[in-house]
Each structure stands twice: as C-alpha cells, then as structure tokens.
C-alpha cells in the first residue's frame, strides 16, 4: 500500500504538471499522512537539511567552471584541437565532434552545456560539409551525454550525496566507460558516415597541430590537474569543483583573455540560477527520501525483487529497464534522487559493489537525457541545432542503441568497469 501511494503520489503529480520539485513534496506529505505523523515542521527541517551539504558545494563550482568555459573561449580551443588531429579523414567533424565531447566532459560535467557548445560550433560545419542535419545533431547530442559520466561530474556527487557512496571513487570508476562510450560512437560513426557524400577538410600541418595543443594547452591541463589531485589525495571532489570553477577563470580572464570583467556577472548569474533550480531539487527529494526511509520502502521492494536476488545480473538488467523506462520521463537529477535512496539497499543485499552500480545508474540516467519525451540535451540540441524533434530523434536512433547496447555490455561483463575502477582507486 505505501509504494502504491508513493507512486501514485508522485505519478499523479508529474501528470497533472507540477514541477518536480514541488511533486516530490506532495509526495513527501502523501506519506505522511498515510503513516498518520504530518508535522509541517519536519518537512521544513528536512527540507533545509537536504540542502546543507559540504559535498553539495560542489554543483555549483562545476556549473559556474561550464559556464566560464564556454564563455572563456576553453570549449573552442578544446574543438579546435580535435579539428586540426581529425578533420582531414572522411567523416572527420563527426570524429572532432566526439572527441571534443570526450575532453569537455572532463572540464565541465555538464551534459547540456557541453551539446549545447559543440551544437553551435559544430553543427553549421557539418551541413556545410554535407552531413544530413539531424544526424549531426544525434551525434553531439549522444556524445554530450558522457559528460556526465567522465569525471569531474555532477550526477556522481548527486549520486554520491544521495545514497552515501564515496563521490571520489565514483569519479576514477567513471573514467575508463566514459571512453567506451566515446569509441562505441566512433564505431557508429564510422558505419553511418560511410553512406554520405561529404567534404573533407584539408589535412593540418604539424605546424597547425602544434599551435592547436600550444593554445588549448591551459583548457588540456584542467582535467589533468582534477584527477591526479584526486588520486593523490591533493583534494576532495568538493575542493576540485572549486579548483575548477577558479583556474578555469583565471584562464578565461587573464590568459584567453575572452571573457572581460563585465561579462562575469552574466555568467555568474546564469551559474546561480542553474543552481538554484538543482539545489532546490536537491532539497524537496531529501524530504521524500527521508521519508522513503521511514517508511522503510526500500524492503518492501526487496520483497518485490526478490524472485531476482539470487542472480545479480539479472536484477541488475531489471533494475537497469526500470531507470530506462523512468529516464523517458524524468530528468536525470530527479531521477537519482528519487531511484537511488530506493535501490541501493536493494542493490547492496544482493552483494553488488555500490560504486560498480552508481557507474551504471549514472551512464543510465545519461542516456536518459536524449530519450523522448523529456530528454533534456535532446530537446536542447533540438533547439541549438535548428532541426525538429521528430527529425532528430530520427537522426540520434543507431547512437541511442550502441550506447544502451554498451550499458547491457556492462551489466553482463563488469570487469569493463570493475577492473579499470580497481587500479585507478589503488
């Protein structure tokens, strides 16, 4: 009965046009009333709690380091670099486009940020080249959903946040998938490109490849810089979004020398208005799941899992159809908070290591974020690259499948993600 007022709850929130935010609260007052203790006052403790979080602090350094970076001139030269190693070979802005994804995931960790960069400077070269527009489309929007599974990444420190796994092996964990992801798009690409008559660009000379790294070198440094800090214990994720959000500042400010003084305040207020949005998110799912916990929903869902306790694997692929299925619908942020305080007992009582599945819930809620009818990136993509919805969904399918064919490659083989966690967390 409880899980059934919760989701109904929440369901019939969503449904009827309530943001998130304020349905979770619903929600939160649905449960109380059926456990028969409403008391306005520990919502609104909870409420202030679930935003009081050192390792919280960290969303909104890396939103402001996404913003300065696009504003500072760090995504161009990161987009420049791909272009003058790639863009000579037949499908070449497809290539730069996936691995400039790959490096501007490791300097900001925002998925709609990054497709929205590489959407603009990218996508009006690609047609120009010949490529079909919603399929250029499809690819940045596929390749901008790694950001938030190389680190430094904010779904891992929501994630981290909300279930009580360690955000810094969460972030090492997530390096060697995020790759993957980036050489099964690769794989894609290759065979989807081959079928258009394109242009190519000319090949750069090693002059050219030399002054591209030269100039993108202080963009290069930052994810270098952010992870062995973390492996050597320099700094927590925390203390790295800081480091981020100032050194990539600093480089905007005084060495790129694109961003003046008196276009920080803009960018400022954009990063403080992103991060109102998540933290207040952020607070309203602590009060459900709070609430979750008392009403000890986890168990009763262990009990309606439990024909699958036995066998990992598979009720790691139920698990997994499940988040798909909630990914259609909810962003990614709520997503995590409402999933995770949920599955990881779960997850933890059938002996599956917990930073093994926040890897997977996060690439999950990642792909996610270009699924319809909700997906975030989808939708902005759409918007930056000028093509429909219903176009660009056409365009994104073969990416869509190599990256949930990749996901269930994970479930069935986690040493994909296990092994290279191990040796990068010592």
Known sequence: MTVAIFLGALIGSMALGIPIAFALLITAVALMIHLDFFDAQIIAQNLINGADSF??????????????????????????????????????????????SVL??????????????????????????????????????????????????????????????????????????????????????????????????????????????????????LPVIIIVGLKMGVFTPTEAAVVAAVYSLFVAVFVYKELKLKDILPVFIQAATTTAVVMFLVAAAMVTAWLITIADLPSQLIDLLQPFMDNPTLLLVVIMLIIVAVGCMMDMTPTILILAPVLMPVVKQAGIDPVYFGVLFIINCSIGLITPPVGTVLNVVSGVGKVSIVDLIRGIWPFLLAQLTLLFLFVAFPDLILVPARWLNG
């Open 104 to 221: 501007l995931a490791s300097l900001s960790g925002s998925a709609v940020a990054d497709s929205a960069a590489l959407a603009a400077l990218l996508v009006p070269m690609m047609v120009r080249a010949g490529h079909d527009r919603a399929r250029s489309c499809g690819l940045i929007a596929s390749g901008g959903i790694i950001a938030p599974v190389i680190p430094p990444s904010i779904g891992f420190v929501v994630f981290g946040v909300a279930s009580g796994v360690s955000i810094s092996k969460l972030f090492l964990a997530g390096i060697a998938p995020g790759a993957m992801m980036g050489l099964a798009l690769v794989i894609v690409w290759t065979l989807v490109s081959r079928k258009e008559n394109t242009e190519t660009l000319p090949r750069s000379s090693s002059k050219e490849r030399l002054h591209a790294i030269l100039d993108g070198s202080w963009a290069l440094m």
């Open 55 to 100: 390792p919280l602090l960290a969303v909104p350094f890396f939103l402001l380091a996404g913003e300065v970076m696009n504003a500072g001139g760090l995504s161009k030269r990161i987009v420049n670099v791909a272009l003058t190693f790639v863009g000579h070979v037949k499908g070449g802005l497809g290539y730069v486009a996936i691995f400039a």
